[in-house]
């Protein structure tokens, strides 16, 4: 595999539906990211992951926000009770280890809330 | 709260002058990461800088990190049209804190 997928690319949903966006980072990465990120604006860290644990899940905007990753891989980043607030571009990235030395970024999912 | 300050947010040059974006942080950073985001792209790593008062070059793009490690610059020389994107700095402590962006516009 090349790099870091993110699926869906596109996620339309109506107000108030739960959501997973899926991240696969590059095989070998024990370091995961997610950010949000508004129309015209940078980067919102939400959460990292060091192997399959999150030591910092204060970034996350409310208790509607959860992820997980599993066998060091595969992250999932759910949003319940999704609000209009919540569509952004929801980018995942991976690297080495926490600190770098670069952090490679998926292509990211793109959700509208409706 | 924002711990990573980036300038200015946005800056259009003329094609062929130098353009430069600035980045500071309230607290001292392990080291500091550069990336570039073309319009309707995801971020691309530049570079990454880790030592006090370092200096990168790659072509017509320097990189420099502050002596005490709170603040950092990129300056393009003679930007060109593919220059065109924004540029985050990201700084590292405990975890990587993004600057707000430089929004780059070069008009051909």
């Known amino acids: 595999g090349a790099g870091v997928s993110q699926s869906p690319s596109n996620k339309v949903t109506e107000k108030g539906k739960d959501v997973e966006l899926r991240c696969d980072p590059i095989s070998g990465h024990t370091a995961l990211y997610w950010y949000r990120q508004r129309l015209g604006q940078g980067l919102e860290f939400l959460i990292y992951f060091q192997g399959n644990s999150a030591p910092d899940k204060s970034g996350l905007p409310s208790d509607r926000f959860s992820a997980e990753r599993t066998g060091e891989s595969v992250s999932t980043l759910t949003i319940q009770r999704t609000q209009q607030e919540d569509s952004a571009v929801y980018l995942c990235?991976?690297?080495?280890?926490?600190?770098?030395?670069?952090?490679?970024f998926g292509p990211g999912t793109r959700l509208t809330v409706t | 709260g924002q711990q990573v300050m980036q300038i200015p947010q946005y800056q259009h040059v003329q094609e062929g002058e130098d353009f430069t974006t600035y980045c500071n942080s309230s607290t001292t950073l392990s080291n500091i990461q550069w990336y570039k985001q073309r319009p309707g792209g995801h971020p691309v790593f530049l570079i990454q800088l880790v030592k006090s008062g370092e200096v990168k070059k790659q072509k017509r793009l320097t990189f420099q990190f502050g002596e005490a490690k709170k603040n950092s610059s990129l300056h393009i020389t003679a930007t060109q049209t593919t220059d065109v994107g924004t540029y985050f700095c990201a700084g590292l402590r405990n975890q990587f804190y993004f600057g707000t962006g430089t929004s780059l516009t070069v008009i051909p």
């Open positions: 990235a991976s690297s080495l280890g926490v600190g770098g030395p670069e952090q490679y």
